[in-house]
């Protein structure tokens, strides 16, 4: 009998020792019936062009790009999907025949959580973006698409959030300001936290008043439980705070069918990752 190799996936990062991606790309290849294995490659950035490289060189199919080198693979990849261009980061690769295409499921998956899973309609709405890093700029993109009213985007330094709105302002109505400028004369409907100052357990110095029994909550970062940032969010009243699982699980849908041509049912997966307090350090058996 011929049985054939599985192909080779991993996710690319430093730390990337708690990375759930393996996790949620096994219970993917489980559930589809693909012949793949996924792990972890842990590569401090000056290894990373040497790592990437020779991860294709042996055979690898696809990588997914996590923090510090999101931007830095957007250099690498021969190829770039128009969401990849317009974040100017990705987080997702895939060999291909002609080369390495670079993706960025990040907005996706974030714009299938909120709209999808949590069911906001962002038309008309009016945003608040908290960070102006690599996270946020992965989102504005399809957040912008969806045509809310206008996104305010804040930042703890003023002048990055000045400066991303101004790259992003010809695809909505957008405006950058400092944490102490924040609009705090009504309350938005969605406050979207992508700053790492959950990883600090520290909330942005947000005014309350940015809050109120309709405003959804949403912070990209996820751990066991609340954040600092979504149990904030609720003693100030939130209507609703939510943390980043979600994102994680969609943005993974995203590049497995970029990869394998199938979407998963992400619905177990993400009740799976909520219900468990650390990865499996075992990747669920393929087939
Ligand atoms: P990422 O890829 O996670 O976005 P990043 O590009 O380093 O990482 O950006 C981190 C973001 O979190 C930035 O917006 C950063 O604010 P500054 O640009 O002012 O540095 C924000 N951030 C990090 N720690 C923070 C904290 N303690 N309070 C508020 N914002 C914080």
């Known amino acids: 009998m011929n049985i054939a190799a599985p192909d080779r996936y991993a996710v690319i990062g430093y730390p990337i020792q708690h990375s759930w991606s393996p996790f949620i790309h096994g219970m993917f290849a ?3 019936g693909q012949n793949l294995t996924y792990t972890r490659l842990e590569v401090p950035t000056e290894k990373f062009p040497a790592e990437i490289a020779r991860f294709f060189d042996e055979g690898g199919r696809g990588l997914n790009i996590t ?4 931007q830095a693979a957007y250099l690498f990849a021969r190829h770039r999907t128009r969401r990849a261009k317009i974040a100017s980061a990705i987080n997702t690769i895939a060999a291909q025949a002609d080369g390495l295409l670079g993706d960025n499921t990040d907005g996706a998956g974030l714009m299938t959580d909120l709209t999808t899973n949590l069911g906001l309609a962002l038309e008309n709405t009016r945003v608040l973006l908290l960070g102006a890093g690599g996270a946020a700029r992965g989102v504005l993109g399809p957040l912008l698409e969806a045509s809310p009213e206008y996104v305010e985007i804040a930042n703890r330094d003023g002048n990055r959030a000045l400066d991303l ?3 992003f302002s010809r695809r909505g109505n957008i405006r950058g300001c400092g944490f102490d400028q924040i609009t705090a004369t009504h309350n938005f409907d969605l ?4 700053t790492s100052a959950s990883l600090q357990n ?6 309350a008043a940015v809050i109120g029994p309709t405003t959804l909550c949403y912070d990209m970062a996820y751990g066991v439980g609340d954040t600092a940032f979504t149990r904030w969010a609720n003693e100030a009243g939130a209507g609703r705070a939510e943390t980043g699982w979600g994102m994680l699980v969609e943005q993974a849908a995203e590049a497995f069918l970029l990869w394998r041509g199938v979407k998963p049912d992400t619905k177990p997966v993400l009740q ?3 219900s468990m307090s650390a990865p499996d350090t075992e990747v669920p058996k393929v087939r």
């Open 202 to 207: 520290i909330v942005p110095p947000v005014p």
């Open 30 to 32: 489980q559930q589809t």
């Open 165 to 167: 709105a101004e790259e």
């Open 272 to 274: 799976a990752v909520k």
């Open 191 to 194: 406050v979207l936290n992508a």
């Open 67 to 70: 923090v510090p080198h999101k």
